[in-house]
């Protein structure tokens, strides 16, 4: 059995972490000790290292959770699983792509750069005018 704070540890997490995992349902509620600390077995602990390595993969929490309410019911077809890492992969390749743009656009400005002066800075140019970049992307403010 393993306390919060030891299944954290084990994790290579946070104990918010696993209480935002318990509130939003990808961690059971675990049981509790007489004194009314939470106790987690060795189930818990391999849910928790599932959630986070498809959280390194990117996964989103509902993707997650689509993944756990599979594993959960391995009578499923595995092309369910599938269908979902194949979504992630799509995403993945498309974030690909715009990072690869973006960096072709910061190269661009970086190189363009004469050396001079702050007033004459191409990077700022750019960076105040959006017309002049020549990357497609998304403007992370809506």
């Not at 997490?13 to 049981?31: A, D, F, N, S, W």
């Not at 959960?72 to 979504?87: H, K, M, N, Y």
């Amino acid at each position: 059995m393993y306390t919060i704070g030891a299944l954290a540890r084990h994790a290579g997490t946070k104990v918010q972490t696993i209480r935002y995992y318990e509130q939003v349902g990808l961690m059971p509620e675990p049981g509790r000790s007489a004194g009314g600390q939470r106790r987690y077995d060795g189930a818990a602990r391999d849910r928790l290292a599932f959630i986070r390595h498809a959280r390194q993969l990117g996964f989103s929490l509902d993707a997650i959770r689509e993944l756990l309410g599979l594993s959960d019911r391995p009578e499923r077809p595995c092309a369910d699983v599938d269908a979902i890492a194949r979504r992630q992969l799509r995403a993945v390749e498309a974030r690909i792509v715009r990072l690869e743009a973006l960096r072709g656009e910061l190269t661009r400005m970086i190189g363009e750069c004469s050396g001079g002066t702050v007033s004459d800075c191409r990077v700022l140019e750019v960076l105040r005018d959006h017309g002049e970049c020549l990357a497609e992307h998304e403007h992370p403010d809506g």
